[in-house]
């Protein structure tokens, strides 16, 4: 009897390593190949050549934008009046702000709640003082996706 339990238990113990093998590789497999990633050029329109730097926000969900902390970002010089930089980001739907840092701060400057700098937002028409809603703002990155522009202008 005690030899059936130890045949029992080295029996369990195989099957346990098969199972926890096999859930290692799902896992491994479903984090790798099944997420897909795009490369995609972000450029940015009406750049002041040499007037300061342009710090561009990636926002991935509506609460790092309602908190006002992107995801990732990229601060470009200003060399010409279009500037872009190459992204790779899974596919989804993402918020894109710049401004253009004037006086070399590192900060948006605002005067009564109104960008003193030049500031571009994705899917904004350039219409007023663009909403805060995430969803109206966000673009989608897929496939199809080579190229999102964004302009910079001046509110104030």
Known sequence: MIRIDKIKIKRFNYNMRK??????LLTLFSS???SQTKKFILEI???TVNGGRVHVSIFFT??????????????????GTVISHEFDLPIGEYLFSAYQDANN?????????????????????????PPRDFNRLKVPVN?????VTIRLQKFL
């Open 45 to 47: 329109t009406n750049v």
């Open 105 to 129: 701060n590192g900060e948006c400057d605002f005067f009564l709640g109104i960008p003193r700098e030049l500031v571009a937002i994705s899917n904004h028409t350039g219409r007023g003082i």
């Open 32 to 34: 790798t190949s099944f």
């Open 62 to 79: 509506a609460e790092e934008f309602k908190r006002e902390i992107p995801s990732t970002g990229v601060t470009l010089e200003s060399t």
């Open 143 to 147: 496939a199809a996706t080579d190229k």
């Open 19 to 24: 199972i926890i093998f096999v859930l290692f």
